[in-house]
């Protein structure tokens, strides 16, 4: 059997890494594409290292650019990858626009292709992943969900339950494993610098938040007045560092502003952090994980299982609320959680078991 993955967006990389070692433990062939979709350094290089990423042995260089643009470019340049390496499965992850267009194409050619984080929905069009989520799963053959909503969402939009199986949360896996090696960069690398004081930490980077100058500055107010409580990491975002350059915001000291940090980093951080501003998907199921109050800046969510039972509290865009809820978490009253069923650390061996029974290595 040999399989080929599709990464392209930093979101894919701590989702394909437990797969790709959970296949070569069972000696299946594997080939990696990386559309390029991000480029950086800092957004792409850094987790191939901290997750032990094999080097791509594809990489379509699609770099930045319009929906359109971006999906057409990797759709163009993926298509002969396909034809020639004619891999049985293609694993494809998430919601970015490098999934779906990758998926489109093996709907074209045949080929066929499981989808890893299927199933979840915000129910809200507006956003385009969204789009990416509806249209992957409508044409994936085999659905890999990683909690029982996501299953209720296919079901409902008439998928057939043979293509669905619930195998659990595949970015947990890597979590688990590599919270040993982010606690040793914790101590090699910020304790000291954090002085044993609390700290919360931020990202923000979804168009709804920062493509809109008058709205990036009343969560950057809203931030520096809670920066005046306790100190506030804050990892920007290529797409947000550029509008951040428009606005006329106040940047009190205790808001740190620095680069995006790799995978261990920001583990490191978000574990001891007094609790997480965030607007990113996978955040919310980390902190949820790692039992911190994640405060979300957005109006819905398609990773419900983390405020039915973890610790995520959406908060829109009422900034009043944010406070409010970053001030409970302050005082030690921020929101408990359990962890959803499944977030065990072994989706990515269920999804190996589960593609294995369906086409056995030679
Ligand atoms: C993409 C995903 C989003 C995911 C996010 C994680 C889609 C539709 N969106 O959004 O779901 O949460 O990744 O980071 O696929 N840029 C750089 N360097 C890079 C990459 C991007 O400077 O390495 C800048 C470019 O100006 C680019 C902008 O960031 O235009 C946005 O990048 P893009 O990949 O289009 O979307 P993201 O906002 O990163």
Not at 2 to 11: C, E, K, N, T, W
Not at 15 to 26: D, T
Not at 43 to 56: A, E, Q, R, T, V
Not at 276 to 304: F, K
Request: glycine share 6%; net charge negative.
């Amino acid at each position: 059997m040999r399989v080929l993955h599709v990464v392209g967006a930093r979101p894919n990389f701590m989702k394909a890494a437990p797969v790709i070692s959970a296949l070569s433990r069972r000696g299946v062939e594997q080939i990696l594409v990386h559309t390029g979709q991000h480029y950086d350094a800092a957004m792409s290089d850094i987790f191939f290292h901290h997750l032990g990423l094999p080097h791509p042995d594809v990489n379509l260089n699609v770099g930045s650019g319009s929906h359109a643009v971006q999906t057409a470019e990797v759709m163009t340049r993926i298509e002969p990858v396909l034809v020639e390496k004619k891999p049985d499965w293609v694993l494809v992850y998430g919601d970015v626009n490098s999934t779906v267009a990758a998926a489109l194409v093996c709907a074209k050619l045949l080929v066929r292709v499981a989808h890893v984080e299927a199933g979840l929905r915000s129910n809200d069009r507006t956003m385009p992943e969204e789009i990416n989520r509806i249209v992957t799963d409508r044409i994936a053959d085999l659905l890999f969900t990683p909690s029982p909503d996501g299953d209720e969402n296919l079901k409902a939009e008439g998928v057939a339950p043979e293509r669905i199986r619930f195998v659990g949360n595949v970015m947990i896996d890597t979590l688990v494993s590599l919270r040993p090696a982010a606690r040793e960069l914790w101590e090699s690398r910020w304790a000291s610098s954090l002085d044993g004081e609390r700290f919360a930490l931020l990202t923000l980077h979804r168009p709804s938040n920062v493509d809109d100058v008058a709205k990036l500055g009343a969560i950057i107010e809203a931030i520096a007045e809670i920066a005046r409580e306790i100190p506030i990491i804050f990892p920007i975002h290529p797409r947000t560092r550029q509008m951040l350059r428009s606005i006329d915001a106040p940047f009190p000291p205790k808001l740190q502003l620095i680069d995006p940090l790799g995978y261990l980093d920001f583990l490191a951080l978000q574990e001891r952090a007094a609790f997480v501003i965030t607007d990113s998907g996978g955040i919310q199921e980390e902190t949820t994980y790692l039992g911190v109050p994640c405060l979300t800046l957005r109006a819905n969510t398609e990773r419900p299982v983390t405020i039915d039972l973890g610790t995520n509290t959406l908060i829109g865009s009422d900034l009043d609320a944010l406070r409010r809820e970053a001030r409970n978490a302050l005082e030690g009253r921020g929101k408990k959680g359990t962890i959803p069923p499944l977030w065990d650390g072994r989706a990515a061996e269920r999804i190996a078991d589960e593609l294995i029974a369906i086409l056995p290595p030679h």
